[in-house]
């Protein structure tokens, strides 16, 4: 590290101790509670779909879902004349899994001399460190959102290039916890063969269909597909105007590929990573979005704001070490969090959707 460098580097390590009230941040601390929030606060504003779910704070590390929503009717009449006492319930309250863990996450990372040194003629310095750090802490918590399955005592990136081990995900809740509210197979197929064929143009299966053996795919598109998977969701939010169609790239590639491609150019990489893709199309008469690090194969119909993540609150460690015998700087910082499905009566997914007719 050059020496001017060290001395912008010395700057914001001090100014990272001086903000959390903390005499040495190179020794592990917790992240002062003001600290806590505006880290927060801005890698949710990093990306474009973690603006539009719920990221909570919450004080226990387990406890009742907390997230704002109606997840029934509330209007009704009682008979009190009859004696009967009129009797108010939670609308907000969900009987299936209303319960949240927040686990440990490590956000570890090291940055190489080389590269801080060619950011020292910056006037920015300490803030392009602190949104290096942010940007991929919310690219992270969206891949594990989409892909989590599990929450491993030790995780291990190579055979999990999508975090799929580091905490279990709203996809992976629905499958689980939700299976009234989940598809995965058509009536084409057996066990241990999976899949939804989607075409346009070819005989499709219905309910009632005697002639399976000869049907060539289980829905005429991918329209009549969100149809049907709308019945998955409880009655009363079917006609939400704020329901939207997540769907995976794969599925529209074909059809909208100039659209990906014109979005790939007047975006970097990372700005990718954040957006939201509105298809020209709706699905269902819902808009359809394409987002980050969705399954490829997959179909969500929810509310963004179905969606949360939780952190609790005072659970944020750091520690900003130098390491000469690396060539770099280490940040090791953890914090609480889960990833909640609010409702799941309000959404339904579906996955191994193969576009195309079943092979002969």
Not at 79 to 91: F, V
Not at 113 to 118: P, S
């Given at each position: 590290?050059r020496?001017?460098?060290?001395?912008?580097f010395t700057a914001?390590?001090s100014?990272?101790?001086?903000?959390?009230?903390?005499a040495?941040?190179?020794v592990?601390?917790?992240?002062?509670?003001a600290?806590?929030?505006?880290?927060?606060?801005?890698i949710?504003?990093?990306?474009?779909f973690?603006?539009?779910?719920?990221?909570?704070?919450?004080?226990?590390q387990?406890?009742?879902k907390?997230?704002?929503g109606?997840?029934?009717?509330?209007a009704?009449?009682?008979?009190?004349?009859?004696?009967?006492?009129?009797?108010?319930?939670?609308?907000?309250d969900?009987s299936?899994?209303?319960?949240y863990?927040?686990?440990q996450?490590?956000?570890?990372?090291?940055?190489?001399?080389?590269?801080?040194?060619?950011?020292?003629?910056?006037?920015?310095f300490?803030?392009?460190?602190r949104?290096?750090?942010?940007?991929?802490?919310g690219?992270?918590?969206?891949?594990?959102?989409?892909?989590?399955?599990s929450?491993?005592?030790g995780?291990?990136?190579?055979?999990n290039?999508?975090?799929?081990?580091?905490?279990?995900?709203?996809?992976?809740?629905?499958?689980?916890?939700?299976?009234?509210?989940?598809l995965?197979d058509g009536?084409?197929?057996?066990?241990?063969?999976?899949?939804?064929?989607v075409a346009?143009?070819?005989?499709?299966?219905?309910?009632?269909?005697?002639?399976?053996?000869?049907?060539?795919?289980?829905?005429?598109n991918?329209?009549a597909?969100?149809?049907?998977?709308?019945?998955?969701?409880?009655?009363?939010?079917?006609?939400?105007?704020?329901?939207?169609?997540?769907?995976?790239?794969?599925?529209?590639?074909?059809?909208y590929?100039?659209?990906?491609?014109?979005?790939?150019?007047t975006?970097?990489e990372?700005?990718?990573?954040h957006?939201?893709?509105?298809?020209?199309?709706q699905?269902?008469?819902k808009?359809?979005?394409?987002?980050?690090?969705?399954?490829?194969?997959?179909?969500?119909?929810?509310?963004?704001?179905?969606?949360?993540?939780?952190?609790?609150?005072e659970t944020?460690?750091?520690?900003?070490?130098?390491?000469?015998?690396?060539?770099?700087?280490?940040?090791?910082?953890?914090?609480?969090?889960?990833?909640?499905?609010e409702?799941?009566?309000?959404?339904?997914?579906?996955?191994?959707?193969v576009m195309?007719?079943?092979?002969?």
């Open positions: 590290m020496n001017s460098t060290r001395l912008l914001y390590v100014q990272i101790a001086l903000l959390n009230g903390v040495d941040a190179s592990k601390f917790t992240v002062s509670p600290v806590e929030q505006t880290l927060e606060e801005k949710q504003e990093s990306s474009e973690l603006q539009q779910i719920q990221i909570i704070g919450v004080p226990e387990t406890g009742q907390v997230g704002v109606v997840t029934r009717s509330i009704g009449r009682t008979n009190t004349a009859a004696g009967n006492r009129r009797t108010p319930t939670d609308p907000t969900t299936d899994e209303g319960t863990f927040c686990r996450t490590n956000y570890d990372h090291a940055i190489k001399y080389a590269k801080i040194d060619a950011w020292r003629h910056k006037p920015e300490q803030t392009l460190l949104d290096a750090i942010l940007k991929q802490q690219r992270d918590r969206i891949m594990i959102g989409f892909n989590g399955t929450a491993a005592a995780t291990d990136r190579v055979a290039p999508l975090l799929q081990d580091v905490n279990e995900g709203w996809l992976h809740k629905i499958r689980t916890r939700a299976p009234a509210r989940y995965d009536a084409l197929t057996a066990n241990p063969t999976k899949a939804i064929y346009s143009g070819v005989e499709v299966v219905d309910a009632d269909a005697t002639n399976i053996a000869t049907a060539k795919a289980d829905y005429a991918l329209d597909l969100a149809f049907d998977a709308l019945d998955l969701l409880d009655p009363w939010h079917r006609g939400d105007t704020d329901l939207v169609v997540i769907v995976g790239w794969k599925l529209v590639k074909d059809k590929l100039n659209l990906l491609q014109a979005a790939g150019d975006a970097t990372g700005e990718a990573a957006r939201i893709l509105t298809l020209p199309k699905l269902a008469g808009r359809a979005i394409i987002v980050p690090f969705f399954p490829e194969d997959g179909l969500l119909i929810t509310s963004l704001d179905n969606l949360s993540i939780y952190w609790q609150e944020r460690r750091r520690q900003i070490k130098d390491e000469p015998a690396l060539d770099q700087i280490e940040n090791y910082e953890s914090v609480n969090e889960d990833f909640v499905v409702d799941y009566g309000r959404c339904a997914f579906v996955e191994n959707i195309g007719k079943k092979p002969a």
